[in-house]
């Protein structure tokens, strides 16, 4: 298929209703990813995707370094001793460890996540309370052993994230960086890209493996299942005791650190960012990250040929002085076939010079209500930022809708079969709750995602599983 | 040891005549790497040698993007069907792949390289002309089992690197690439980051497996041993025959593309950074790309703490408008425990500011040449782009230095154990020249590592060891 062939696809999936397929094919049809590589759950990230991922990484990292994080890169491989060291971790993630054939004495893992690595150096590297906060984050690949169904994106073998170690000398600092990184992921996941998610705090039975708590950040896909994006982890002293993580206070007395790991996976959070804001029609990328803002397309006779050219040539150097990332479409495809084509990769803004266009406004196609509006040049880029808005308006008017109250096991049921997160009261969400856990699980293949951490929610009534006094309201949704 | 006593560490080694030694000392004292990882041959990369490398990493991705490369991320397995397609391939490196303990079928590998990875899919991506020239490259870390002695960035088991993999109608299109290469690599390597180089065609004995041909970059440690920088490659059309990568061309007919590749190891270019500029006192780094240009230190009593502070709060507002990195110290330190800090870190240049300084000019400390001058706030920016203009000068300077014309054997072994580069008249460096190499290599520890690609050069007497007629100009050197 040459690429004359390739340009005349045109893409019309309902995402609501058959988010499977919808996803599969834009995935393929907008080459973000190539799913046929030849190992199992391992995919290609074609070059939208890798400018989309580099995109997301700068902006954590930005924020990250910001809030006075420093970047680091470890070896990708761990050596058995490190990870034995935490029996928590271990029994928690070795069903999905790959391991390396042995060349030397040592059995090496891939890493699947990496606080084994870092703490170990941590014990090198603090000695005194000068040495704190310690707060290290590297971009990383990290591999698991998914045994479920592999998703591009969303559940791969190998995936792509950030993730930040953080060392304190108190647990209330430690509390706070929490809060923090719940803000950096607000900041970026929602106020920019648009992305509206629960911060939750996980039931004891579903925290990260050596955690004493989790927040986990859970999205709503199209399907009805929610799907955790960053999560951030309060890890106690465990891991400090374990690698011997230790400094001396300001009296002289020696103390374990507390510590904090943070972890968003860019390459899910592209997966929702996907899924989010697309349309039956294909991506529609926020203008903030799309790799090109403004496609140009010019229209034009053999005769205003020359001119057209020129306009848009101006078009796009005014525009890139503005900072804003510009294409002209100066393929051999009709005009018909280029929108198409921008169309299904959702460049969020397009321009249309013709000989109207060299006398008269601009013509601009907005991309989110497949609408074109006349403009003048100066008006590209706060259009842009309104389409950032009005993404983020759309989205959090369905999710707020998404989310029901239910008083009973029915109303839950039906709630998830509407492809909706129900809000119920619950028992608890230490031990003595799961139990009530298991039923909802057993009878709707959904489950507890946790309480609020943002905000507190008082309980009115009883548990809609035990009927018993109600402590907590939490959030029941299918999952990823 | 508390942040308090680290500060204290001077540095004072011989760079020249303790190379190991003073590579070894700056990697620990300033900071870039910590080999105390438990795994042997894979280090921890700390913040400033992170910094450098995404620094890099831009410089590079940046120039490959100006010249039509988009970025991809293939996965890190490679599966072993796709390493046997291309036998001389898997024989160069089957030796130093790590393979992965089996969980499926198959058997993964950890790419030492992609080739086989990037080339499986080429073959579905390329159909017509039309997708030609295909230009992608990814930046990735890879993993080679050396079994020399490793040594932190120069040979490491995992290191990072970017790799471009290209595909063309014609051999002429794919020799226009490999010289493109060879200019990217010159404009950032030499032109910005001041490291000379000798652009050689490797002989034939020692190419790229699977290349028809391989230009090399050689780089003059101060030890006297060259480094290969990145390297390019002609890959004819073994790699297109074995994965099948066919198009058809403008007549109708399916032809094979034609290869190349292209492969920047950021990590040991990092080496090369190190070691070419820094000097006795530490490391010096260029003022384009050290992640600190300009750290400010503020020296103050008590009684004018106020108005210092508004000063050197002043001054790093102006130069951030500049768009220059800079950082106020404003640890607990002595001012001569700061300077120290700063000279090991190699930060280019230091602005002090006293009480003197708040009427008169200001006092900048140049980092390459140790001294202070007066200078006016709006000159920073062009003192820092003096020192890398010195930098490079100097290293200009050594490099030409260092190659020195030996008619004799004799005089090969003299160059050598003067730690430098020997350019003689030689037979052949196709198989011909194999046994003289030899000979080269037993008696001396040395390499014949290639002819000039850049420019053409002609011998004049015989060869070197064989006194047969010499057909070219060959460097010999001894080799990391």
Redesign the interface.
């Known amino acids: ?4 062939e390739k340009v005349k696809v045109s893409f019309n999936i309902n995402k609501k209703e058959n988010f499977s397929n919808w996803y599969s094919e834009i995935l393929d049809k907008a080459e973000i990813t ?1 799913i ?5 759950g ?6 939208l ?3 989309l ?2 995109n997301l990484y700068k902006l954590w990292e930005t924020e990250l370094q910001k809030r006075g994080h ?10 058995e ?2 990870f034995k060291k935490e029996s928590q971790h271990i029994e928690g993630f070795s069903p999905e460890v ?4 042995k ?2 004495e ?1 059995k ?1 893992a ?1 890493r699947p996540t990496s606080e084994t ?1 870092f703490y ?2 941590y014990s ?2 603090i ?5 704190l906060p310690l707060k ?1 984050y ?1 971009r990383a ?1 990290v ?1 698991r ?1 998914e045994t479920k169904a592999t998703r591009p994106l969303i559940r791969a073998r ?1 995936f ?1 994230w950030l993730e930040s170690h953080n060392c304190f000398a108190s647990r209330e600092e430690a509390e706070k960086q929490v809060q923090e990184d719940i803000e950096t992921t607000k900041k970026i996941m929602y106020q920019k890209l648009g992305i509206p998610f629960l911060p939750l705090k996980r039931p004891e039975w579903d925290k990260f493996a050596g955690a004493e708590y989790t927040i986990g950040s859970d999205v709503l896909m199209p399907d009805g299942k929610v799907i955790q994006q960053p999560s951030t982890h309060l890890l106690e002293r465990g891991f400090a005791k374990s690698f011997n993580i230790k400094f ?1 206070n300001k009296e002289g007395k020696e103390e374990y650190v507390w510590q904090t790991c943070y972890g968003p996976a860019v390459s899910r959070i592209l997966a929702s960012l996907i899924s989010i804001h697309g349309d039956d029609s294909g991506l529609v990328l926020p203008f903030c990250i799309s790799p090109i803002q403004v496609v140009i397309v010019p229209i034009y006779t053999m005769k205003n040929k020359r001119k057209i050219w020129k306009k848009v040539q101006e078009i796009k150097n005014k525009l890139e002085q503005e900072g804003i990332r510009v294409k002209i479409d100066d393929s051999e495809k009709t005009p018909g076939e280029k929108f198409y084509f921008w169309e299904v990769r959702g460049v969020p803004l397009r321009i249309e010079v013709g000989e109207k266009e060299l006398k008269e406004k601009l013509t601009l196609f907005l991309r989110d209500e497949k609408r074109k509006i006349k403009v003048d040049l100066k008006e590209i880029k706060k259009q842009g930022l309104n389409l950032d808005k009005r993404l983020k308006r759309k989205a959090d008017k369905e999710f707020k809708n998404s989310i029901i109250n239910c008083k009973s096991l029915e109303e839950v049921k039906k709630t998830l079969s509407q492809k909706k997160i129900a809000r119920c009261n619950f028992c608890f969400i230490d031990k003595r709750g799961e139990k009530c856990a298991e039923i909802v699980e057993k009878n709707f293949l959904a489950f507890v995602r946790g309480i609020r951490h943002d905000i507190k929610e008082k309980p009115t009534g009883k548990c809609v599983v035990c009927n018993k006094k109600a402590n907590v309201v939490v959030y029941i949704a299918k999952s990823y």
């Open positions: 298929m040459g690429k004359k190539d046929r590589y030849n190992v199992k391992f995919v290609v990230i074609r070059p995707g890798a400018f991922i580099e420093f970047p680091v890169f470890f070896p990708t491989v761990i050596p001793e490190n790959f391991w390396l054939e060349k030397g040592e090496l891939l690595a170990q150096l090198l590297w000695r005194s309370w000068r040495d290290l590297q690949n591999f052993y190998e792509y001396t």
